[in-house]
């Protein structure tokens, strides 16, 4: 069963704008951890932000936040005030339990940003 | 240099042939990964290593060997190339902590063309 799934194929966003990309997951385990990385054209992976399954607060860093339902197992994230250089491949990532630094990806969304 | 390395960084062999993709950390980390990138598949997890002596296949080991002698290396061999091989493979190394914050960093990349 797919334990990361981002629906979006491709998104686009106008400069200056937010844009969200969808990430949902799966996992029986209480414990896990979500993050999120950019692949720029060049192709070396980025990472964003992290959130893990006990965080009470929204995970933030600069213009990236974390939309993190729990209850809905969604993970999505929020990026402000767009920038040409933000366009990418943005790719979810889950860790399960705190028996293995496993990640498992998602198949990536491919933002593109327009001036 | 610091940091996690991949050699090559473009390969190109023939179907049968075997080959080698070299991947070098230098933090000392124990987990350690190798992933393959595909079109429409995002990044899938072929083997991974919790330490000096332990690996466990990932969701497509098949037709791939690794080992790991030595804590800052995680070769990964392809017995007999096959043109569904072609890919950019990534290796990338974690050490774990408190939490479940333990972002993995990720080397360059290899292309590899199987002919």
């Known amino acids: 069963a797919q334990k990361i799934t981002q629906t979006q194929p491709g998104m686009f966003v106008q400069e200056k704008e937010a844009v969200t990309l969808d990430c949902t997951y799966d996992t029986s385990d209480p414990s896990y951890g979500l993050f999120w990385y950019k692949q720029p054209s060049s192709g070396e992976m980025i990472f964003l932000i992290y959130q893990g399954s006990y965080d009470q607060q929204n995970a933030t860093e600069g213009r990236y936040s974390l939309n993190f339902q729990k209850a809905r197992k969604s993970a999505n994230l929020v990026i402000s005030a767009s920038q040409l250089g933000d366009s990418a491949m943005y790719f979810c990532a889950m860790r399960e339990g705190y028996n293995t630094d496993k990640l498992i990806f998602g198949t990536g969304t491919r933002l593109q940003v327009f001036p | 240099d610091a940091g996690i390395t991949q050699s090559p960084r473009y390969k190109i062999t023939e179907t049968g042939r075997q080959v080698t993709l070299m991947c070098h950390q230098t933090?000392?980390?124990?987990?350690m990964f190798w992933y393959r990138q595909d079109l429409g598949h995002g990044l899938r997890l072929i083997y991974y290593?919790?330490?000096?002596?332990?690996?466990d296949k990932g969701e497509v080991p098949d037709g791939y060997v690794v080992s790991r002698s030595k804590t800052e290396n995680f070769p990964l061999t392809l017995e007999s190339a096959t043109r569904s091989q072609t890919s950019v493979y990534f290796c990338?190394?974690?050490?774990?902590?408190?939490?479940?914050?333990?972002?993995?960093?990720f080397g360059q990349g290899t292309r590899l063309t199987v002919v």
């Open positions: 990338a190394s974690s050490e774990p902590r408190q939490g479940m914050n333990t972002e993995a960093f």
């Open positions: 933090w000392s980390h124990s987990y």
């Open positions: 290593s919790a330490a000096a002596d332990i690996t």
